[in-house]
C-alpha cells in the first residue's frame, strides 16, 4: 500500500498551487460580484495542460486518470481558488472529455477531444430534469427515432455552462420507461452542438458560484444524427455512471480543500486577533471544532483518492460506488463545519464579502445538495454497505 504521490503528479501539484497564486480569494471575489466568467483563469489551465488530463495524448492530452485530476482540483481549490478551481475543470473535463475518451467513436474523439485540451471547447451536461432530479430513471426528456436521426424534445435544469458551452451531453430516453425490459434500460447518451437554435438556454438566478452562469435548457424538436449517440442506444446508464461518479469525487475533494483554506483563514486570523490578553486562536472553543473538522477532512481526502485509484484500476461500480458516498459524505460534512467555524473565528468580518469566508460557505453549501445529496449518499451506504433494506422507493 503506497500513499506516495509519484514525482509527475507532484509537479502537476506545484504547477497547480502556482498557478492558484496568479488567482488568489481576491480575483474570485471580483468575478463573483459581478458575475463574470474568469476567462484569465481559463487561459491559465488551459496552458497548463489540465483540461487534457484525462485525454490521450494522440488527441492533444496528458492520458492520465482522474487520480491527478482531483489532485489538480485539489492544489487550486486549497490554495485561493475555492470551488472555481473544480467547477471550470469538471464542466469540461469530467462531462465531456471523460465519456467521450471512454465511449466515443474515432470520429468522436477527433472531432472533440483536441479542442477540449486546448481550452477551446467548453462543455455541459444535461441530466436534471424538473420532474426527475435524483433519479435519472424519470428522465422524460424524450429522443424519438427519425430517419437516420432523432428528434429530441424536453426540458433540463441546473445546466451548468451551457451558455458557454460548445458542446453538451445530452442524456434522453430513447424508449420509456413504461416499455423497457428493466429501469436500467433505454437511457441513451447523446453529443450536441451549441449553440442551436433548437436549444433554449436561460441563466437561473442563483445563491453563489455567479463566475459561472447555471440554466435551464429547453430542448425543442431538435434533430441530430445517428452518429450523436454516445455509446450504446439505450445502454446508456452504465456509461453515465462513469460520469457520475468522476463527478463526485472532483467535488469531494473540492470539499476537503475549501474546508482547509477556510481553516487556514481562520488560524491565521485567530493567531493575531486578540479579543483580551491572548489570541482568540488559542480558546479551546475555537481549536476543538476546527481541528476536528481538519482531521476529518484529511480522512476524508485520504477515502477519495483511495475511490480515483479504484476508478482509474478497473474497480468494480458497486466498490467505486461505496468508497466515493462515503467519501463524499464525510468530506462535505466536514467542510461545512470547517467554513462554519471559520466564520464564527472571523466574527463579523467572517460574513463580510471582502473577508471571502462568506463566499466559500455559499459555495460548500451546494455540495450538500449536488452532485447528490447528503441524504441520497447516506441511502447508498445503508443500503449497499451496511445491507439494509432501501428506504425509499
Known amino acids: 500500500m503506497d500513499f506516495s504521490f509519484t514525482e509527475e503528479q507532484r509537479l502537476m501539484a506545484e504547477t497547480a498551487r502556482k498557478i492558484a497564486k496568479d488567482f488568489p480569494p481576491d480575483y474570485w471575489y471580483e468575478k463573483e460580484e459581478k458575475g463574470e466568467f474568469g476567462e484569465e483563469f481559463w487561459r491559465a489551465i488551459s496552458d497548463a495542460g489540465f483540461l487534457g488530463i484525462l485525454i490521450p495524448e494522440e488527441y492533444g492530452g496528458v492520458g492520465l486518470g482522474v487520480t491527478e485530476l482531483m489532485l489538480v482540483i485539489q492544489e487550486l481549490c486549497e490554495n485561493g481558488c475555492g470551488m472555481a478551481g473544480n467547477w471550470y475543470i469538471c464542466l469540461t473535463e469530467v462531462f465531456g472529455a471523460n465519456p467521450i475518451v471512454r465511449y466515443g467513436t474515432e470520429e468522436q474523439k477527433e472531432k472533440y477531444l483536441p479542442g477540449i485540451a486546448k481550452g477551446e471547447l467548453e462543455f455541459c451536461m444535461a441530466l436534471t430534469e424538473p420532474n426527475a432530479g435524483t433519479n435519472t430513471f424519470r428522465t422524460e426528456t424524450f429522443a424519438k427515432k427519425e ?11 441546473f445546466i451548468s455552462g451551457a451558455d458557454r458551452a460548445k458542446g453538451m451531453l445530452l442524456i434522453a430516453r430513447t424508449t420509456k420507461a413504461n416499455e423497457a425490459p428493466k429501469k436500467t434500460h433505454g437511457i441513451t447518451l447523446f453529443l450536441v452542438d451549441l ?5 433554449k438556454v436561460s441563466p437561473i438566478p442563483k445563491h453563489g458560484i455567479n463566475y ?13 444524427p445517428e452518429s450523436a449517440v454516445l455509446g450504446e442506444v439505450d445502454k446508456g446508464w452504465y456509461a453515465l455512471l462513469d460520469v457520475l461518479d468522476p463527478e463526485r469525487l472532483v467535488f469531494t475533494i473540492a470539499s476537503t480543500a475549501i474546508g ?6 481562520a488560524v491565521d486570523y485567530g493567531n493575531q486577533r486578540k479579543v483580551f490578553a491572548d489570541p482568540i486562536s488559542s480558546y479551546q472553543a475555537l481549536q476543538h471544532p ?32 461505496a468508497v466515493a458516498n462515503m467519501a463524499k459524505a464525510v468530506a462535505v460534512e466536514n467542510a461545512t463545519k470547517a467554513v462554519y467555524w471559520a466564520m464564527q473565528t472571523l466574527g463579523g468580518y467572517g460574513y463580510a464579502k471582502e473577508y471571502h469566508v462568506e463566499r466559500w460557505w455559499r459555495e460548500i453549501n451546494l455540495v450538500r445538495l449536488a ?7 447516506l441511502n447508498y451506504i445503508a443500503q449497499h454497505v451496511l445491507g439494509m433494506p432501501r428506504s425509499y422507493r
Not at 437516420?148 to 426540458?155: A, C, F, L, M, Q
Not at 482547509?260 to 483563514?265: D, E, G, N, Q, T
Open 371 to 377: 452532485p447528490v445529496t447528503q441524504q441520497m449518499a
Open 147 to 157: 430517419g437516420n436521426g432523432y428528434r429530441i424534445n424536453g426540458t433540463k435544469m
Open 290 to 321: 476546527i481541528a476536528e473538522a481538519y482531521s476529518s477532512l484529511v480522512s476524508a481526502e485520504l477515502l477519495a483518492y483511495k475511490a480515483g485509484w479504484l476508478f482509474d484500476h478497473g474497480g468494480n461500480y458497486r466498490e467505486i460506488g
Open 212 to 224: 459561472s452562469k447555471t440554466c435551464e435548457v429547453v430542448i425543442e424538436d431538435l434533430w441530430v
Open 195 to 199: 449553440p442551436n437554435e433548437a436549444v
Open 260 to 265: 482547509k483554506l477556510a481553516i487556514k483563514y
